[in-house]
Nanobody, 114 residues
Framework: QVQLVESGGGLVQPGGSLRLSCAAS?????MSWYRQAPGKERELVAL????????KYADSVKGRFTISRENGKNMAYLQMNSLKPEDTGVYYC??????????WGQGTQVTVSS
């Protein structure tokens, strides 16, 4: 059973940066970051595929966030720049493993506030 552990959340001022990390205990086909703001549904922020490293971003984060991965270490990262208060929420790492099953991390809080 693959497990995910996120790290890197915290409090940052508007315009600041944070880097989230997700460590997987095994091989993953795709790694994604989702976020959930208070009172809102969980939404996809970005994803990256293992073969080829193709990526996809939510329109709201394009040009500000970058997802990357280290295949050899089963790690995924989300570099978040020019953060806005509306980026506040709990960020979850999700992975697709063998047979395309979903695995979720426990989440890490990101708060953007002055």
């Amino acid at each position: 059973q693959v497990q995910l552990v996120e790290s890197g959340g915290g409090l940052v001022q508007p315009g600041g940066s944070l880097r989230l990390s997700c460590a997987a205990s095994g091989f993953t086909l795709r790694m994604s970051w989702y976020r959930q703001a208070p009172g809102k549904e969980r939404e996809l922020v970005a994803l990256i595929n293992a073969p080829g490293g193709s990526t996809k971003y939510a329109d709201s984060v394009k040009g500000r966030f970058t997802i990357s991965r280290e295949n050899g270490k089963n790690m995924a990262y989300l570099q978040m720049n020019s953060l806005k208060p509306e980026d506040t929420g709990v960020y979850y790492c999700q992975a697709r493993v063998e047979d395309w099953r979903e695995v979720w991390g426990q989440g890490t809080q990101v708060t953007v506030s002055s």
